[in-house]
């Protein structure tokens, strides 16, 4: 009988993973040996950080990129269709969410084994539950483009999209957030409702929706600071 795939959420930053990592979520994941992770050191500092006495030289972690080739996840696969659960980890948050976990989870599906979801913290989701925004129709686009005229075109096509009731949410690297901003508020309307969701679960937690034009008035500073942003005409 195949093993089992579990989705595993890891916390936002450097938040305390006894507030937002469920006790079920934590049990299964010390119980695994085999992950599928976007960086290893980064999955292996998790782990520990969770258990101290946890078995890093006896655990196996496959690395998967957006531009990753199931081919070369081959040797996982048999493991997990022999028998052994495995684990799949962003670097933050859920994977598959603006993260190559999907990946795994869609080849597992195309060999019938099973995909279980662990419950814990997404900024998608937690951004948009706090923003007061339509959560009855919404549309994540992950990362817009980087270059200034495409960044602009993308927000220009979201907020046009949002005008039918849509929440339209997106994100950026931090160190872009700024250039992020100033798109924002130099194409949108001034009516648009803009929320801005920065360091979810953190000390430092920052979410407030407000009209563009409010948000002229008093922009925030975040700089290096994970941030989701929503908008709604």
Known sequence: MSGTVYMIPVTLGDADPNLS??????????????????????????????????????????PVGKHS?????????????GGSDAGVMSEAGMPGLADPGNIIASEAHRRGI????????????????????????????????VDPQGRRKAVRELERLSAGGSTQIFMETPFRNRKMMEDI?????????????????????????????EWRRQVPALEKRPAVFLIQA
């Not at 539950?129 to 686009?141: I, K």
């Not at 130099?186 to 009516?191: D, E, I, K, N």
């Open 21 to 62: 990592i469920p006790i079920g979520t934590r049990d299964i994941t010390l119980s695994l040996r085999l992950f599928a992770v976007e960086e290893a050191r980064t999955a292996r500092r998790w782990l520990k950080s969770l258990d101290r006495t946890f078995p890093i030289d006896s655990t196996l972690f496959f």
């Open 69 to 81: 080739d199931v081919a070369g996840l081959e040797d996982f696969f048999v493991r997990v269709s």
């Open 114 to 145: 099973r995909v279980v979801p662990l419950t814990g913290p997404s900024s998608v989701m937690l951004a948009l539950v706090a923003s007061g925004l339509n959560g009855q129709s919404f549309s994540f686009h992950g990362y817009l483009p």
């Open 185 to 213: 508020l130099a194409v949108c309307q001034p009516s648009t409702r803009l929320c801005i969701a920065a360091d979810i679960s953190l000390p430092t937690e920052f979410i407030r929706t407000m009209s563009v034009a």
